[in-house]
Nanobody, 120 residues
Framework: QVQLVESGGGLVQAGGSLRLSCAAS????????LGWFRQAPGREREFVSG????????YYADSVRGRFTISGDNAKNTVYLQMNSLKPEDTAVYYC?????????????WGQGTQVTVSS
């Protein structure tokens, strides 16, 4: 089992920034990648960004590329999502997830989620 705990969500005005953190514990040695997903009311869950545990590969959705940056601190078993130039459409619950398979698939461990609200 891998446990994931997110933090850093909140309310911010459009154009502002937030940094989300996700602390992983448990059997982290089974983790191939960590990712961030988001889900807004009435919308499907979206894969926002991911990073391999080694840090060698990253993924960004087109909707956030150039505005969001994912990074990791292996010593702290923590992954971060720096979100800049936030837009109201970024409003969602953001979930951290862990995959033991691949950067793009196989996410089977999930955090509880943190709310991000961007006001216009």
């Amino acid at each position: 089992q891998v446990q994931l705990v997110e933090s850093g969500g909140g309310l911010v005005q459009a154009g502002g920034s937030l940094r989300l953190s996700c602390a992983a514990s448990g059997r982290t040695y089974t983790t191939y990648a960590l990712g961030w997903f988001r889900q807004a009311p009435g919308r499907e869950r979206e894969f926002v960004s991911g990073v391999t545990w080694s840090g060698s590969n990253t993924y960004y959705a087109d909707s956030v590329r150039g505005r969001f940056t994912i990074s990791g601190d292996n010593a702290k078993n923590t992954v971060y999502l720096q979100m800049n130039s936030l837009k109201p459409e970024d409003t969602a619950v953001y979930y951290c997830a862990a995959s033991s398979v691949d950067l793009r698939t196989g996410y089977n461990y999930w955090g509880q989620g943190t709310q991000v609200t961007v006001s216009s």
